[in-house]
Nanobody
Framework: EVQLVESGGGLVQAGGSLRLSCETSGFNFDDYAMGWYRQAPGKEREGLSCIGSDGNLYATDSVKGRFTASRDSVNKRALLQIDRLKPEDTAVYFC?????????????????WGKGTLVTVSS
């Protein structure tokens, strides 16, 4: 059974940083693309980044410059570093997995989803 478990969310002041982590199990991590999405209150789900099994990174324009996605094959986890946080970054952040990044950033584009971790940014 594929499992994706996010952690690292919380309450942070604007301008601060967070590192989100996604622990994985139930599939061969090195063969899968890992993606990050978020959903802000009252808004649609938004794709942020996807790193293919080959290491190619796809990122939407909204996150370029402040968000850094990476993957850790040793520990089989995906990471998302978010810097200079803004109140509009408040959202539930989801870790996702799929064989490819082809369907990214479609809001339901990835096959497997974690339950999400809440990030709240205060002004």
């Amino acid at each position: 059974e594929v499992q994706l478990v996010e952690s690292g969310g919380g309450l942070v002041q604007a301008g601060g940083s967070l590192r989100l982590s996604c622990e994985t199990s139930g599939f061969n991590f090195d063969d899968y693309a890992m993606g990050w999405y978020r959903q802000a209150p009252g808004k649609e789900r938004e794709g942020l980044s996807c790193i293919g099994s080959d290491g190619n990174l796809y990122a939407t324009d909204s996150v370029k410059g402040r968000f850094t996605a990476s993957r850790d094959s040793v520990n089989k986890r995906a990471l998302l570093q978010i810097d200079r946080l803004k109140p509009e970054d408040t959202a539930v952040y989801f870790c996702t997995a799929d064989v490819w990044c082809n369907a990214f950033p479609a809001k339901n584009g990835m096959d497997y989803w974690g339950k999400g971790t809440l990030v709240t940014v205060s002004s």
